[in-house]
């Protein structure tokens, strides 16, 4: 079993900041990619962004220069740092982990249950 909780999601007004992090547990062996996608009302879930095990990222355009996503192996976390948001960034944040469970590993792709980001005034 494993699970990927997410936090940190909230209100933030326009230009604000949040910082989501993503707990991953349980029977890992080992994490390949992790990474951050998010659904807005009405629209098909979207890459923000992915980090590598090796700390490679890869970005949405619509976030690079201000999104930074970040990794702690030793504690399977992952986390995403916004930084001037916008009305548009409004959606359910995803973490989304591709990793290896059990013994032997097989792989296996998980996501969290989300949460909620909105940007108003």
């Known amino acids: 079993q494993v699970q990927l909780v997410e936090s940190g999601g909230g209100l933030v007004q326009p230009g604000g900041s949040l910082r989501l992090s993503c707990a991953a547990s349980g029977n890992i062996f080992s994490i390949n990619r992790m990474g951050w996608y998010r659904q807005a009302p009405g629209k098909q879930r979207e890459l923000v962004a992915t980090i590598a095990s090796g700390s490679d990222t890869n970005y949405a355009d619509s976030v690079k220069g201000r999104f930074t996503i970040s990794r702690d192996n030793a504690k399977n976390m992952v986390y995403l740092q916004m930084n001037s948001l916008k009305a548009e960034d409004t959606a359910v944040y995803y973490c989304?982990?591709?990793?290896?469970?059990?013994?032997?590993?097989?792989?296996?792709?998980?996501w969290g249950q989300g949460t909620q980001v909105t940007v108003s005034s």
């Open positions: 989304n982990a591709d990793l290896q469970t059990g013994f032997p590993p097989v792989r296996y792709n998980y």
